[in-house]
Every structure is written in structure tokens, then in C-alpha cells.
């Protein structure tokens, strides 16, 4: 059974893992910070994460190297021994097995792969326990509103069927789509969670997708499954929480939804246009606050 002190542990196995990632790490090493005993700091990583810790710290590395020999001029054996691989043939294996393609080959032509992009273990327990909501709200925390213009593009979407919100999809699609989508070199921001607006969900489809804006002539690549949607010009209603604990995701969360609730979008001149464009949230990063945009129109 898990509980708190097991999820806690494994926390604290990913925040050393993060912040040891070009360094070797040892399973004593997680231990230690797991405050259990190896074997049991192995077993509890494994139940929390369906990864073996040494299958975690692999797929974390290779996915981020990825990241760098799609964006920076590097040599693949720099970015090797960067991310503790110890020849250019090992890394070169390890990468053509996890991807399909060889580094080399991924560098000279980016084109979606599936990153491993890692979670913390906290907000899924919390979220199966079913108590993101069962803290007292102590205090009202202030929530920011501004008014972006999007230009019309497209999205690339990966669909579910019946999901509503993000551990629904989670559930029904898998938790590593955001890999697919943080891969696309073309795209115009970061990946977004996405409701999307009756008209833009085909029959048999879910409300909530997962997708990443591209320009509105994008000719690249469409991973295998997903779809590629047009998105008028619009405006967006961004409503920005204050930064946040790791541990206090869900209150942040709240804080957000209920602000969007509450608005009155007409005292500054707008009215919601839900039929314009999908309402969206950003990853939560507790430094930046919980992010989520609704489309508006100005009221004439």
C-alpha cells in the first residue's frame, strides 16, 4: 500500500536525480536521500514510477540530450559524456534503441520523437486519493489576468475519448504524449492541455486533448496518431496564479479555476468566445504559478 512517507521518499529520489543529472548517481545515492534502505528505495521507485530507478535516470538523460542536439550546434560525443554515457557507441545505441533514429541523424533532421518527460510522483497520489481539495483555504491568493492576441495557426493534438481533464487523459492516453509534443522543433510555444470547444471534437473523441501550436503553415511531420486542427485569430484571457510549493499544486490549481468562475469578463469590455478557440492550461511549474487562457471577444 502506498502512503505519504513512501511518496515523499520518491520525491526526494527525483529532485536528486534532477539536480545530479550529469553526474553519476548510484542507488546508494538515492537511498540515502530516500532515508530507506537501497532495496526498498529500489522496489518503492519502481511501484510509484513503473520505472526501475536506473531506467528513470537512462530515459531522463537521453531525452534531454535530445533536446540539446536538436537546438544547439554540439558534437553528439560532447553531448554523450554531458549526460554521463561513456563512449560515442554506447550513446549511439542507447539513442537508436529508445528513438528509432541515431543521434546523429536526429540532429542533422529533428523530427517528432517520443521524450521521456518525468512527473512528480506527488500530484498523481494526491490526485488518486482524491484529496487535492480536502485542505482549509487559509488565505486568498491573488490571481492575474491579462489579454494576449494569438495569430491563427494550427495545433497539433493527440486525442482521447472520453477525457474531461488531465488525469482522465492521463488514464485513457498515457502520461508521455507531452514527450511527442515538447519534441516538435517547429512549434511556436510550450505544450498545452487543451478543452476544446464542441465543434472541434469529432464524434468518439474526448473534450481534453494534448497538443502544441505550430505555425499556420506548418508542412512538418504529424506524429503517428495525432491530429492536425486550424486555429483562428483570437484573443486569450491568461490568468496567472502566484508561484507555489511543489506540494501545494492543487490549491494552486484552485486558486486559478475559481478566479476563471468568478470573472466577469464584461466589466473590462469582453465577453467569454468559448466557440473561438480551445481554453488551455500550461504545464504547472510552482516558480511561475499556475497558468490557464480562456478566448474573449471585445464587446463593441
Known sequence: ????????????????????????????????????????SAKIFKQLTNKTAFEYIRDLRLSRAALVLRD????????????????HEGFTRAFSKAFGVSPKRYADNPTPI???????????YHYKKGDRNMKEKKETHTVFVQVIDREARKLILKRGVKATHYFEYCEEVGCDIWGILTSVKDALYEPIGVWLPPK??????????????????YSGKIPEGFD?????????????????????????????????????????????????????????RGYRGYIEAKPVREIK
Open 228 to 284: 492536425i486542427i486550424d486555429l483562428p485569430p483570437c484573443k486569450m484571457m491568461v490568468f496567472q496564479g502566484q508561484p507555489y510549493e511543489d506540494e501545494q499544486f492543487g490549491e494552486a490549481i484552485d486558486d486559478v479555476e475559481k478566479a476563471i468562475q468568478g470573472y466577469d469578463p464584461t466589466v473590462y469590455g469582453f465577453a467569454w468566445a468559448e466557440d473561438d478557440g480551445p481554453r488551455f492550461q500550461l504545464e504547472p
Open 114 to 124: 517520443k521524450l521521456f518527460i518525468d512527473y512528480p510522483v506527488r500530484d498523481y
Open 200 to 217: 472541434m471534437v469529432p464524434a468518439g473523441t474526448s473534450i481534453y486533448a494534448q497538443g502544441v501550436e505550430v505555425s499556420k503553415d
Open 72 to 87: 544547439q550546434k554540439t558534437k553528439v560525443l560532447d553531448v554523450a559524456l554531458d549526460y554521463v554515457f561513456q563512449s
Open 1 to 40: 500500500m502506498t502512503n505519504q512517507e513512501q511518496v515523499d521518499a520518491v520525491s526526494r529520489m527525483q529532485n536528486y536525480i534532477h539536480e545530479h543529472m550529469h553526474e553519476p548517481i548510484t542507488l546508494y545515492d538515492l537511498s540515502q536521500v530516500a532515508g530507506y534502505s537501497p532495496w526498498h
